[in-house]
């Protein structure tokens, strides 16, 4: 009997000293601030006198592009749109956003599809102006009026 009291009370004392550790990583984050986009210039497009066929007229970095079968009277100038980003120093992605513009006196039909922007998916770093020009398919014939419409830029941090 003493020799099982002694086996037991060996094993019961010897499993008492089993070893354990502890480890501990530290957490953190930085705070950034939001990115944020304001437009600076809108995308202008100027007169156009309504052509007898569909046309594309494209306004890039350096203004509007002349068009075989498009009368481009004077008046009101043709500029790209402008956007002010402020990233601070990150990357960010950029997507931009098909349209329409549409007659303002509601006429039905009247409608012509923007394009802006040539890079979706594009991305850039910092804070920084992007300019932003697109192609506007004028239909033939097209009806005469004011016509408006968005030209839409999404920024995001990568």
């Given at each position: ?24 990583a ?49 008046g ?36 012509m ?46």
């Amino acid at each position: 009997m003493k020799k099982i009291t002694f086996i037991l009370f060996a094993l019961i004392t010897g499993t008492s000293f089993a070893q354990s550790a502890d480890a501990s990583a530290t957490a953190s984050t930085t705070i950034v601030s939001p990115i944020a986009i304001v437009v600076g210039d809108n995308l202008e497009f100027g007169q156009l006198a309504s052509p007898a066929a569909i046309t594309a007229i494209t306004v890039g970095a350096t203004g509007r592009t002349a068009v075989t079968g498009i009368t481009l009277p004077g008046g009101t100038a043709a500029q790209p749109a402008t956007f002010v980003v402020t990233a601070g120093t990150f990357n960010f992605g950029i997507v931009y956003e098909a349209t329409s513009l549409i007659l303002s006196t509601g006429t039905n039909g009247a409608d012509m599809a923007l394009v802006i922007g040539s890079e979706t998916g594009a991305t850039a770093s910092g804070d920084q102006t992007i300019t932003v020009g697109g192609v506007l398919t004028v239909g033939a014939n097209q009806p005469a009026g004011a016509y408006a419409g968005t030209a839409k830029v999404t920024v995001a941090y990568q």
